[in-house]
């Protein structure tokens, strides 16, 4: 992509034959990389606030969690079948939704597979595998997952949405029977 941008730069200032158009390319360009600049770099801080997030889980540190997310952030289970929370909205919802969680675990991991920033770097797509080790079990719940993040300004948490298969997080939790 740089080398068909630059090719664009050197035909156009080739073609340009007053400095006054070429000053003004030159201005073009250098708005140009400094929008990609702050894109990448915004979009490196929140795949960092990603990463805490799963590091936040792993560690069960609700504190932790809630204050990755805005005020105002949800969290968003489009597939939760009827079993499992639908989500939660603002912060002490989300700190409502994950209290009770930690207790029931002796321990999880969610390595990442994937992880992009989106077109808009506020936005992150996560491929990750669940592994929770279930309480006074030998079991141990593993699921796949794909989840998108969308961050305000400031970097907070405006929306994480869980996508997982229903069929198989029933399964592990012995909960088949109740899908609706």
Request: hydrophobic share 40%; charged share 25%; proline share 4%.
């Amino acid at each position: 992509m740089r080398l068909s941008i630059l090719l664009i730069v050197i035909v156009l200032l080739g073609s340009c034959k007053k400095s006054d158009q070429v000053r003004q390319l030159q201005l073009e360009i250098g708005a140009l990389k400094q929008n990609h600049n702050m894109k990448i770099e915004i979009a490196t801080k929140n795949k960092v606030t990603v990463k805490a997030f799963f590091r936040a889980l792993e560690e069960e540190n609700v504190d932790a969690l809630v204050d990755l997310f805005a005020n105002e952030g949800k969290h968003i289970n489009p597939y939760d079948s009827g079993l499992f929370p639908k989500g939660a909205n603002g912060q002490e919802e989300i700190r409502a939704y994950w209290t009770p969680v930690f207790p029931n675990f002796d321990g999880m991991s969610f390595p990442i597979e994937e992880i992009y920033a989106m077109e808009d770097p506020r936005m992150v797509f996560v491929k990750y595998t669940g592994n929770i080790k279930l309480k006074n079990s030998e079991s141990v719940y593993s699921n796949n997952y794909y989840s998108t993040f969308k961050f305000n300004d400031h970097g907070k948490i405006t929306e994480y949405v869980e996508i997982f298969n229903p069929i198989v997080a029933a399964k592990g939790f012995g909960l088949i029977d109740q899908i609706q």
